[in-house]
């Protein structure tokens, strides 16, 4: 088991340091002067299923194998007893296809496509709320503010993408207050996909997990938390009406705007042990803030 963040690294964190996922890139200031500054990459990924072209992602290219997988469970078009015989992934021609030992073919449900609230290349299948409707979550889960605490600054002062180049979002996969994977991608629901394909090729129970996202917490979010069997969302933004309505149908446990010592909880504030002193969380180092990270947001 994995032990406290201060003495175990995650299992997998994001790389900064990796050349393939930013790009310097020069420029000027406001003041006009010359700048040279980090930018994260984002490139196509062609996703197949078997022989089928499934959706063209655009994607920083880190962990196609997860992001494949986590993209089929989500839609549906990977059942969770599927037998995976082979992953194969082709840098050269930004491809990985996804092979199975059941047959499968998707032309129908791919004409029936929608667009969602998703950045880039979301989307949501006529079939999702049906299978959403069906999930039953956990009922013994239970947040402590303590681990909401902890968490926020964990994540926050971890060396991240978005704190070196930006224009990213994250998602991690949590057990109490400890984060354990930590992926990002230029697309939330890119970075829940891997981190939902993880889980998947490494046998990982739901169970007793938490997850968190950056991202703002839209239907797209609640739907790929609840498909994954996780009960407990968190996020460091803001809520959308959908993404509430939802949360409270399914019995999820959502809290949104946890920066520093402020949360809120909208959807399954049974789950809650208030524990902890907000006092003793302090405020966000502005040092190491993100996105929607002040206090009236």
């Not at 197949?48 to 989500?74: H, K, R, S, W």
């Amino acid at each position: 088991m994995l032990g406290r963040m201060s003495n175990t690294p995650l299992t997998i964190q994001p790389d900064p340091a990796n050349p393939k996922l930013t790009e310097r890139v020069s420029g000027l200031d406001q003041d006009g002067r010359p700048v040279e500054t980090s930018v994260t990459v984002e490139r196509p990924l062609t996703l197949y299923l078997n022989g089928q072209e499934i959706v063209t992602m655009m994607t920083i290219g880190d962990y196609p194998d997860c992001l494949a997988v986590g993209y089929l469970l989500n839609q549906n078009m990977l059942r969770r007893d599927d037998r995976i015989t082979a992953i194969d992934v082709d840098e050269e021609t930004d491809t990985v296809v996804v092979r199975t030992e059941r047959a499968t073919d998707y032309e129908a449900k791919l004409k029936k496509k929608t667009l969602t609230s998703g950045c880039a290349q979301g989307t949501a299948f006529g079939d999702v709320m049906e299978v959403f409707e069906t999930v039953r979550l956990p009922t013994d889960a239970r947040l402590r503010t303590s681990w909401i605490y902890a968490l926020s600054k964990a994540i926050n002062l971890t060396p991240s993408l978005y704190l070196e180049a930006g224009a990213i979002h994250g998602c991690v996969l949590c057990q109490e207050d400890r984060p354990l994977v930590y992926m990002e991608d230029v697309g939330r629901h890119n970075a829940v996909d891997k981190v939902a394909g993880w889980m998947h090729l490494n046998h990982v129970s739901a169970a007793d997990k938490i997850f968190y996202t950056t991202g703002r917490l839209t239907s797209e979010m609640v739907i790929k938390t609840v498909q994954m069997g996780i009960s407990i969302l968190i996020s460091r933004s803001g809520f959308t009406a959908w993404g509430v309505q939802l949360a409270r149908q399914a019995n999820v446990t959502l809290v949104g705007r946890a920066k520093g010592r402020r949360f809120l909880a909208l959807a399954g504030t049974d789950r809650l042990i208030f524990d902890a002193d907000p006092a003793t969380a302090g405020e966000e180092d502005q040092k190491h803030g993100r996105k929607g990270g002040r206090a009236d947001e």
